[in-house]
């Protein structure tokens, strides 16, 4: 049986991911970790589950981390907003020796981070960095597709449409500020480039598509998911 502890367990993708997972028998023990307790203890009397429990978990100071994850075998990290927390998460777990899952959408870390790859290795761990929708979900879609469904790939187009939720987690907010505000990566013409989102080369990649459901002509906009 394995023990996950989920890093923001009370917030806006955490609460979510600690009820899916509490709900799989393979999971003997599922772990809030998060500053917020009065959120986490709601979250653990509305699933209601002997295997769901929390602890205090500061983000950004790595022996709170080491001292809510010991014990764990798989570490979910959803503190966001990702540029500030993930490098002091990540390196803090590949110390302790755990494997670990994220879902990492701020670009410039994810390059970052991925420097930590050979540290995981010496650690024995696995670490999968950008596991949530997009990135992650999507990605691996456009993958499946290039290889099992298309005889030529000339380009794949991700284009994410949200907005309206019920529920919007604050590290939501400081992400998409900090992603108007940083270059961003575009694979054009065969080549990496990077524009900005306020610059003429960023407004010239605006566009408009059709979503089935959502509406037609919706505004599209260049953006930094790794």
Do not use: W
């Not at 205090?56 to 075998?73: E, L």
């Not at 929708?133 to 449409?161: K, V």
């Amino acid at each position: 049986m394995v023990k996950v502890i989920v890093l923001g367990g009370s917030g806006a993708v955490g609460s979510v991911a600690v009820k899916t997972l509490a709900a799989q028998d393979m999971f003997s023990s599922v772990v809030i970790g998060d500053m917020n307790m009065d959120r986490a203890q709601d979250l653990v009397r509305e699933i209601s589950s002997g295997k769901v429990s929390a602890v205090p978990m500061d983000a950004t100071d790595p022996g709170s981390i080491r001292k809510a994850i010991a014990g764990s075998d798989v570490v979910l990290n959803c503190v966001g907003p990702f540029y500030l927390t993930v490098k002091t998460i990540l390196g803090t777990v590949i110390e302790s020796g755990i494997n670990y899952v994220d879902i990492c959408d701020d670009v410039d870390v994810t390059l970052d981070i991925l420097g930590m790859d050979e540290d995981a290795k010496k650690a024995g761990i696995t670490a999968l960095i950008g596991m949530g929708s997009s990135p992650g979900a999507t990605n691996l879609l456009a993958r499946l597709a290039h290889d099992t469904l298309l005889d030529e790939t000339d380009s794949i187009d991700i284009f994410h449409t949200h907005g309206g939720e019920a529920v919007e987690g604050e590290g939501v907010i400081a992400h998409r500020f900090h992603c108007m505000s940083i270059d961003i990566p575009m694979f054009l013409d065969g080549k990496l480039t990077y524009v900005k989102y306020f610059d003429e080369d960023g407004i010239a990649l605006r566009q408009t598509f059709d979503f089935p459901v959502v509406g037609r002509d919706i505004p599209l906009y260049p953006y930094p998911h790794p």
